[in-house]
């Protein structure tokens, strides 16, 4: 029995306990929810649906929780339910009901953990997004592993998402990325306040390789060149380098079409429809601060020139009218200060920024060898890069390291922890219950050990502590899923594989042999066994695909 299963049991009691005594059904939720106990030793499950239906109906809780206890004694599954304090139930099941999950599990396979909980919701999520003047760093890298992670996290509970990476080829940084090519392919100095490293080199050569004329030319339009030329090679790297690592966004969107299809006109006309945009000095600005912004925006300088926060109010005007009813963007801990102009202009466009507006801060992040962090990229010269993380401790460790920790936290990546083949390395220890799971499949189809057909499947033979636990964790895993996507926190998927699921397969394993000694006769409860040791790995190897991460087989 799923803990869906049994919170539908529990609100069919409650129905049954409200005709009885005529009670008014009007107060009955839709749905309820069971949740696990703190302390194992008070069941398997509790609710505290007769805490919250008590004043409603005016019955006192432990009145309401005795009649429900009753209702619930009589369904099957149920082994027993206690009140406790002002009435929750605690409420036990039966080996056979527990133990029935494991087949639920194995028969919906990739589908397990899935929902409909965000079903309707359509949502953009914007992540990465580096400017392509060299190689992604690593704290892009970060946004790479949560964003990528969190969007196979709504799909699975049911919203409609687009993945974005919005980049632009104009501006200050192009220009000095463009000097610092044109200076390179001269063999001079790197300009003042521009891009170093080998990478600045190696794209110099590329243009000039494809553009072998580009020193003939004047200055200015070798430039235009450099920064033509360049920004290709450098955006095209950059999206290599995201797919070597496993992100593949649905939509790249360039900074220059909101200006070539007069995008920045369009939102300062329904701006100025909207009343808040004014002019002073020759500028137009946006007024910002009737929505708690710090201060007035301008949108157009003095000079006519577009300013960047003018390219933000158009692109995300153009999310909305893409039909996204919530913009979700993954920001640097830099761009902190940035939330409250945001959320503003959403306020400006008549929108509700709690609703339509979510902004994420995802914090630094250090790769450290032997203890101290690591400040320079062999290639890039001044940051450390995706190529030089997965290099360190390869894709895998990576995607997880990055999405195993809340985003709002900073974060230490020790290269010698996360290559080391030990339980301590968490990477390690989650995939090593993929690959036990499978070898122990492989083992038992060795000695004529098959799960068998499901109608023979014999679950109340699932009746060790051990079991149990592993059972309920598994059970958590629909749960998890749906409140990570809720939350936008990752993270907890990785550490409910190795706090619940790992470490309860460890001691189920160390406790319940699966397969057969030597000549020993094959059982049903061996077969039992053999289901929840599937099920496991399923549910391993589904949660590790929602981060990203591989599920091997062998190790």
């Given at each position: 029995m ?38 194992p ?55 056979a ?16 953990g ?34 990528d ?13 687009g993945?974005e ?46 553009r072998?004329?580009v020193?003939?030319l ?46 920045l006109?369009?939102a ?9 945009l ?7 600005w ?28 158009a ?14 963007i ?6 902190h ?11 400006c466009?008549g929108d ?8 994420l ?23 450390i ?6 290099e ?23 290269i ?8 301590d390395?968490p990477?390690y ?28 499947f ?5 009746e ?5 636990e ?32 790992a470490?309860?397969?460890h ?35 589904n ?9 091997p087989?062998?190790?």
């Amino acid at each position: 029995m799923t803990p869906a299963e049994l919170a539908s049991v529990v609100l069919t009691a409650a129905h049954a306990v409200f005709t009885g005594r005529g009670l008014d059904h009007a107060a009955l939720p839709e749905r309820t929810v069971v949740e696990r106990p703190r302390n194992p030793e008070h069941g398997d499950y509790a609710s505290t649906l007769a805490l919250q239906l008590s004043k409603k109906v005016g019955v006192p809780p432990r009145e309401l929780a005795s009649a429900l206890a009753d209702e619930l004694g009589r369904a099957p599954g149920i082994k027993s339910v206690e009140i406790a304090g002002p009435g929750f139930l605690n409420i036990r099941l039966d080996a056979a009901a527990a133990g029935q999950l494991a087949r639920v599990i194995v028969e919906a396979g990739a589908e397990y953990g899935r929902s409909d909980r965000l079903a309707g919701e359509k949502i953009n999520l914007e992540f990465v997004s580096a400017n392509p003047t060299g190689p992604v760093h690593i704290g892009g890298v970060r946004w790479a592993a949560v964003g990528d992670a969190l969007s196979r996290l709504l799909r699975a509970t049911g919203a409609d998402v687009g993945t974005e990476y919005y980049f632009n080829d104009a501006g200050s940084q192009i220009d000095r990325f463009a000097q610092s090519l044109l200076a390179a392919a001269k063999g001079e100095a790197v300009p003042e306040n521009g891009y170093g490293g080998a990478y600045i080199a190696e794209i110099a050569g590329e243009v000039r390789a494809r553009r072998p004329d580009v020193l003939d030319l004047d200055d200015a339009a070798a430039q235009e060149v450099f920064r033509v030329e360049g920004v290709a090679l450098m955006f095209d790297e950059i999206r290599s380098s995201l797919r070597d690592f496993g992100v593949e966004f649905d939509t790249y969107f360039n900074e220059k079409d909101l200006h070539d299809r007069g995008e920045l006109d369009l939102a300062l006309a329904r701006l100025r429809e909207q009343g808040h945009l004014y002019e002073s000095e020759g500028a137009t600005w946006l007024r910002t601060t009737d929505f708690g912004d710090d201060k007035d925006r301008v949108l157009r300088k003095s000079n006519g020139e577009w300013t960047y926060f003018a390219a933000d109010c158009a692109y995300y005007l153009d999310k909305r009218e893409r039909g996204f009813e919530r913009v979700v963007i993954m920001l640097g801990a830099d761009h902190h200060g940035y939330i409250g102009r945001m959320k503003a202009m959403a306020a400006c466009f008549g929108d509700d920024p709690e609703r339509n507006l979510e902004i994420l801060i995802g914090q630094l992040v250090n790769l450290l060898r032997d203890g101290a962090p690591m400040r320079m990229s062999k290639r890039a010269g001044t940051v450390i890069t995706l190529e030089d993380l997965v290099e360190a401790i390869g894709v895998d460790a990576s995607r997880y390291a990055l999405a195993r920790y809340s985003s709002d936290s900073p974060i230490d990546i020790d290269i010698e922890l996360w290559t080391r083949a030990t339980r301590d390395n968490p990477v390690y220890y989650v995939q090593y219950v993929a690959a036990r799971t499978a070898g122990v499949a492989r083992n038992a189809a060795e000695v004529g050990l098959v799960p068998g057909d499901a109608d023979a499947f014999r679950p109340e033979l699932l009746e060790h502590e051990k079991e149990n636990e592993l059972l309920k964790a598994l059970a958590e895993f629909p749960a998890v899923v749906a409140t990570a996507a809720e939350l936008r926190e990752p993270h907890r998927v990785a550490r409910y594989l190795e706090e619940n699921v790992a470490a309860s397969y460890h001691r189920f394993y160390d406790n319940c042999r699966v397969l057969p000694l030597g000549d020993e006769e094959v059982t049903d409860l061996h077969r039992a066994r053999l289901w929840l040791n599937n099920a496991t790995r399923t549910v391993i190897a589904n949660g590790l695909r929602l981060l990203g991460v591989s599920a091997p087989e062998r190790m």
